[in-house]
């Protein structure tokens, strides 16, 4: 191995070991109780208390499956909405194609403060007030901009010729989408739905604004209340961010290749 490998893969394993760290803390520190953690609060230490996995579960495992169901559906219509408007700037030419592409992406300079209070007015309205739908709809389409972009570009990569012989055999549009492109678009569809699904999982200020009362909580408002024992203490709690993180951690982890392979695809034609 050349010298300058050696260096670049030890200056890789330590930011990697700075980067990881404060998550080592946590891991370590939610298996203590209160006094271990004022004691040793750095590394694992004995006896390790287990049982602080199970009060913190008991209190936010509703709430994870709100995370779940809202995350799934705002995903779901990030990717809908997302693949047939980049399909129809990729595939057909009509007047003002391009000033609507450019309306679409100018949406991602506007920060989510600025229309948060309209967000939850409209919400409100509809009646969607502490619900499922309420919190993944606004932030779904927020993140739609993001995935017309990255699935334009990656749609307008794909041979013309698949769609010259699809179309010589018949096919129509609905056809041509369904069977031919988004098959070949998995490496696209796959980072846009980690992108848009972590940033739902996390959006902590939307929750917080349109979700009251335990109903419909998610994981995220959840775990800032998350109450020990005097024993237990912030262990507890530690756990519980542990917990919160583990479908997150499945997710990116299982879909790792084909997200790094689409932001490459989506970043740069052809």
Same mark, same amino acid.
């Given at each position: ?10 200056? +890789? ?15 370590? @520190?939610? $298996? ?18 287990? =049982? ?5 579960? *008991? ?5 994870? +499956? ?14 809908? +909405? ?6 129809? $700037? ?29 967000? $939850? ?5 509809? @009646? ?5 739908? *309420? ?20 749609? %307008? ?9 699809? %179309?010589?055999?018949? +096919?129509? =549009? ?22 848009? @699904? ?15 009362? =335990? ?16 024993? *237990?203490? =912030? ?26 392979? *689409? ?6 034609? @052809?």
């Amino acid at each position: 191995m050349k010298k300058g490998n050696i260096g670049i893969n030890v200056a +890789a394993l330590l930011i990697f070991a700075v980067a990881m760290y404060p998550f080592f803390v946590m891991l370590a @520190g939610s $298996f203590k109780y209160q006094m271990q953690l004022f004691r040793n609060p750095w590394f694992f230490s004995a006896p390790f208390h287990f =049982d602080n996995y199970a009060v913190a579960f *008991g209190q936010i495992s509703k709430p994870i +499956a709100n995370s779940v169901i809202v995350t799934g559906i705002g995903v779901l219509v990030t990717l809908l +909405a997302s693949s047939t408007a980049a399909y129809s $700037f990729a595939r057909h030419a009509y007047p003002f194609k391009n000033f609507f592409y450019g309306v679409i992406v100018m949406l991602l300079m506007i920060p989510g403060f600025v229309i948060l209070v309209p967000q $939850f007015i409209n919400i409100k309205n509809m @009646g969607m007030y502490n619900t499922i739908i *309420g919190q993944a709809l606004p932030p779904a389409a927020s993140y739609t901009a993001m995935g017309v972009m990255l699935m334009r570009t990656f749609f %307008e990569g794909i041979s013309k010729s698949l769609y010259e012989a699809a %179309e010589m055999e018949g +096919a129509k =549009d609905f056809r041509i989408f369904a069977g031919i492109v988004l098959p070949l678009s998995k490496p696209i569809l796959a980072t846009v739905a980690i992108m848009s @699904g972590l940033q739902i999982w996390n959006n902590f200020v939307w929750s917080l604004v349109v979700t009251t009362g =335990d109903k419909v909580k998610p994981v995220i408002i959840a775990i800032t209340t998350i109450m020990g024992s005097i024993n *237990g203490g =912030d262990g507890v709690k530690l756990a519980g961010y542990i917990i919160a993180a583990v479908p997150l951690l499945i997710l990116f982890f299982a879909a790792t290749k084909p997200f790094v392979s *689409g932001l490459t695809q989506g970043a740069v034609k @052809g």
